[in-house]
């Protein structure tokens, strides 16, 4: 019998992360973070105390959080999202610019104290969905659902089942719902939330509760912030129609801008996807920053409002953090 490709991959790189955690302690690779130059847009997303891997891989714990902080204000320069874009960049040291996607409330609480403390600039992307009567994002109570939720839903006359994986997988196409929502407008979103809703507490509110507007004020309030936007609905831009995706983009900044009393010029795609169509609209509403996960088109890097962004890894050390922040890659 064969073994898979990927085995060997997954065992050399899990090598590799083991001998820089090794030679960090023995501080034999501490120049290599010093010496190196450039610059790397990070985005984070929930923040909370403990089981951080709870419900999905983008939550990171406060004590790791605040640990790579203090990394980073010892070897790297951080700068604001505006200074990124400008390339206010230091020659001395490789520049950082950290992001938060989705609008957690966790990042007021947890976050924006240690950005203050640590006296270091983040911006973060938010949606409208508290203006549209909401307090969670309708993927985060797809998440506590399946660990929560009931063996089998009915939803839209079809029935789903919960599959070995704990997702909803459709009794007679055997797609899964996730990835049917994903193609839908927001009203199909919504009608599942009601459906899900009372399990939600069943979770710690640091897992999915949203900012409030009062949140979203204060935080713009400070000196270190940023405030984006998210979209509205937290909807694929690039997978509903170009007449909704428009409409969420208009509304998100006009929401944003009304609660901060800031020109909101900042988009973060959800999940990292556009398409050309939703990156023109977002020109014509005023946006100026683009933020993806990875270009999607061959001439997005010529695109001075794109700019890619690398996603923190709740599974790896910190050490191995940092030299995925600087080489861009996890290998």
Not at 251 to 262: A, F, P, R
Not at 269 to 275: D, H, L, T
Not at 284 to 304: H, Q, R, S, W
Request: charged share 25%.
């Amino acid at each position: 019998m064969s073994v898979p490709a990927n085995i060997g991959v997954r065992f050399s790189s899990k090598l590799k992360g083991l001998s820089r955690d090794t030679s960090w302690l023995f501080g034999l690779n501490q120049s290599f973070f010093r010496k190196s130059r450039g610059a790397r847009m990070l985005v984070y997303h929930g923040i909370c105390v403990h089981d951080h891997l709870r419900f999905n891989t983008l939550f990171l714990k406060l004590k790791t959080f605040e640990s790579q902080l203090q990394l980073y204000k010892k070897y790297f320069n951080l700068v604001s999202l505006d200074h990124f874009y400008q390339q206010k960049f230091s020659n001395d040291k490789f520049n950082i610019c950290l992001t938060f996607d989705d609008g957690f409330a966790n990042n007021y609480k947890y976050v924006l104290p240690l950005l203050e403390q640590y006296q270091v600039p983040a911006a973060f992307f938010i949606t409208g969905i508290r203006n549209a009567d909401y307090d969670i994002l309708w993927n985060d109570i797809m998440s506590i659902s399946y660990r929560y939720g009931p063996s089998k839903i009915v939803f839209k006359n079809e029935e789903f089942v919960k599959g070995k994986d704990k997702k909803y997988i459709s009794s007679s196409t055997h797609n899964r719902l996730v990835d049917m929502l994903r193609l839908t407008e927001f009203e199909d979103k919504a009608a599942l939330i009601e459906i899900l809703n009372p399990f939600k507490n069943r979770a710690e509110s640091d897992y999915w509760l949203q900012m409030t507007e009062e949140q979203i004020r204060t935080l713009s309030g400070s000196k270190w912030t940023t405030v984006g936007s998210h979209g509205y609905y937290h909807n694929d831009l690039a997978r509903i129609s170009v007449a909704s995706a428009k409409e969420e983009i208009i509304k998100s900044k006009q929401y944003l801008e009304k609660i901060t009393g800031k020109e909101i010029k900042a988009l973060a795609f959800p999940y990292g996807s556009y398409s050309k169509e939703v990156v023109n609209e977002a020109k014509n509403a005023g946006y100026l920053e683009l933020l993806a996960t990875e270009f999607l088109f061959p001439d997005d890097a010529i695109d001075p409002t794109l700019r890619e962004r690398l996603t923190i890894n709740p599974l790896i050390s910190n050490i191995n953090q940092i030299h995925a922040n600087i080489t861009g890659n996890y290998k």
